[in-house]
RNA sequence: GCGGGUGUAGCUCAGUUGGUUAGAGUAUCGGCCUGUCACGCCGAGGGUCGCGGGUUCGAGUCCCGUCACUCGCGCCA
């Protein structure tokens, strides 16, 4: 018999009653009834009731044993009588009458309770992180991200796509994030970086002629934390030779849209082929962002036509001095008090925002004081235009055309949230296209790129010597998936003279460019095809078919909010002698804990 | 760096307008119970009310400071 387990505890079943068996697991609950005593025993498969009484010489054992205390027991499959069948339990047929024990480790009083679905302070569960994975949710997260990524590498290899490791040990780059830093023993002074994304080195595999390559590639950031943003996350890091922006939405499209209808529970889910594709400009008017949750049925609408000599003071002003007006429909809002659209005001204030100005409607009567000073017929010549309602209130968000539309957007989804038009159970998935290739930098009072330097300007070269800078789009793209980026991607810049032009725009030198990405600029030179590609985030992918709200759900030991490893004690401080070994002298004595 | 929330028993929480010895559930320990499956019943132990200062006859409660965790802003091409 083997040393540990005939069966694991979701095996047995009716067919098993008279076997002689061996479960190994921890104890996940007891009853103690006197006489008889019922142990429930869990292992990753599931449970397995094991029973014992007077007859039973592990009874005196079993009783002492603390709950998550780990036991081997020796045993007969017994048929469950008709009505103590637990119909809940797959095993919940049969029971185990235990003939012996064997306690393979003990368990101490439990920080938190494994059978138990209440919630703890993330503190206590990452400290004890490996007791919190026990339990059935975060258990079942990890399983379920396991799942995933091996359904995306199947996906991604059934399209052609090859498997490919990249450095771990990198080059620092002032672009982006900031780096994670590795100090150099060889090399006094010097330092490698942890990779933000294997960028650089995908393109390079791209000139090295591989065609198609994928990796589920470990990626470092060393800014601030989100709930849906670890500074150490998982991306399906893809990229593709010889292919257009419509190529790689057609070659990711189905594996995307592929792995949420595998995994969403029947959740409705955007198919493949049919991903809406919606420009920057357009998105950051309707949607007030560029990650637009499309699960919410507003929309927002500019008006600032409307209030060039309106009569209301404050948007006249905004107006005259180059703001814009946006307007966030609220319908059916009659029957809904002041106190109501009040407190949309007091939380814009709350989030920074000069405040958030409403109109209301009941019955086709216009109120409040942007209505009074605009006059009925203007409002309803407004509401005419956008379709609205006579019970439809409208939010006004005005300033700045991006203060206007930040708070156009918070104000989007709160107003959703609050009337509770967000569309339940489904994964609505869109392109974000067309970002600008530069924008104005305010504090630097220069262009600048916008988002990646490296992304293919449309109109290529061409583009770059006769268009306005600022009117310039790239070919890059996002995926959004019910408002969480789930990648980024873009066609590459794979030409070094378009390479050095852009650079020169954003007020970069060919020298400065030669410094800082010598490997690429090289590479370029030496035969490089047109690509292009993306890197969906896979941890957030698991956050959304897992149900969860917080990234750290799915990750089985995650640093905590302040990038910490509560379980580990990670950062630590090291002795000396190591910080010798790689030349490093800290400035400023760690504080003591505690 | 900034703003919001939270901090009371191992754990989850309650604690009124500032007023007796700070409570409950759960876990732990002890006792009872032969059919439970969140078993039930009886009992016990367990507290630096995050920390420091202040106001007060009196502070878990009010004020100031600070720390920790968390959510958001900045940041994240």
């Known amino acids: 018999m083997h040393a540990y387990r005939t069966h694991n505890c979701a095996q047995l079943n009716k067919e098993n009653v008279g076997d002689t068996v ?72 049969i029971e185990v009458f235990a003939r012996s024990v064997t306690v393979q480790s003990n368990a101490d009083e439990l920080p938190l309770i494994v059978n138990s679905a209440e919630d703890y302070p993330e503190e206590t569960r990452l400290k004890y992180r490996f007791v919190d994975l026990r339990r059935e949710r975060v258990h079942n997260n990890i399983m379920l991200r396991n799942q995933v990524i091996t359904s995306l590498r199947r996906r991604m290899t059934d399209q052609g796509f090859s498997e490919f490791q990249t450095p771990i040990l990198g080059a620092s780059s002032p672009e982006g994030a900031r780096d994670y830093l590795v100090p150099s023993r060889l090399h006094p002074g010097k330092f490698y970086a942890l990779p933000q994304a294997p960028q650089m080195f995908k393109q390079l595999l791209m000139v090295a002629g591989f065609d198609r390559y994928f990796q589920i590639a470990p990626c470092f950031r060393d800014e601030d934390l989100r709930a849906d943003r670890s500074p150490e996350f998982y991306q399906l890091d893809f990229e593709m030779s010889f292919v257009t922006q419509e190529d790689v939405f057609q070659a990711i499209e189905p594996v995307l849209a592929g792995v949420f209808e595998e995994f969403a529970n029947g959740k409705a889910v955007t198919p493949a082929g049919e991903f809406p594709r919606i420009p920057y400009a357009e998105t950051m008017l309707k949607y007030g962002t560029d990650k637009p949750d499309l699960r919410n049925p507003l929309i927002i609408s500019d008006v600032t036509h409307h209030f060039t000599s309106s009569g209301f003071g ?69 509401y005419d235009e956008l379709g609205l309602g006579e019970n439809d209130g409208l939010f006004f968000a005005a300033g700045k055309e991006k203060d206007a539309a930040r708070l156009a957007g918070a104000a989007r989804t709160r107003v959703g949230e609050t009337l509770e038009l967000i569309e339940q159970d ?39 010597e006769n268009t306005d800078p600022l009117e310039i789009l790239a070919w890059q793209y996002d995926i959004v998936c019910n408002g969480y980026e789930l990648s980024s991607g873009a066609i590459r810049n794979h030409r070094p003279d378009i390479m050095y032009k852009a650079f020169e725009i954003a007020g970069y030198s060919k020298q400065d460019v030669d410094e800082n990405f010598s490997g690429m600029i090289e590479a370029f030179k030496l035969g490089a095809p047109p690509h292009g590609g993306s890197a969906p985030g896979i941890d957030r992918i698991v956050m959304l078919l897992a149900d969860e709200p917080n990234i750290r759900e799915v990750i089985a030991f995650p640093l905590n909010q302040r990038a910490q490893d509560l379980m580990m004690g990670a950062p630590n401080a090291v002795e000396p002698r190591a910080l010798r070994d790689v030349h490093v002298r800290t400035v400023e004595p760690p504080k003591q804990p505690g």
């Open 22 to 93: 061996r479960l190994s697991g921890w104890i996940h609950r007891k009853r103690d009834h006197g006489g008889v005593l019922f142990v429930d025993l869990r292992d990753h498969y599931g449970i397995t009731q094991i029973v014992a009484d007077e007859d039973s010489p592990a009874l005196t054992l079993l009783d002492s044993l603390r709950l998550e205390s780990v036991i081997t027991i020796d045993g007969d499959v017994k048929a469950r009588d008709a009505e103590a069948v637990n119909a809940n339990l797959p095993t919940g047929d």
């Open 426 to 464: 489904c994964f609505k998935f869109c392109w974000i296209v067309d970002f600008p290739m530069f924008e104005y930098d305010e504090e630097q009072k220069k262009v600048d790129f916008s988002h990646n330097p490296f992304s293919m300007p449309q109109g290529e070269m061409e583009a770059l």
């Open 314 to 382: 404050i948007f006249e002003k905004i107006v005259g001095g180059g703001g814009v007006i946006r307007v966030i429909p609220a319908p059916n809002t009659n029957e809904k008090s002041r106190k109501f659209f009040d407190e949309m005001n007091d939380w814009a204030k709350r989030e920074g925002f000069a405040g958030l100005g409403y109109v209301t409607r009941k019955g086709g009567e216009f109120g409040g004081p942007i209505a009074k000073n605009h006059g009925p017929e203007n409002m309803a010549k407004l």
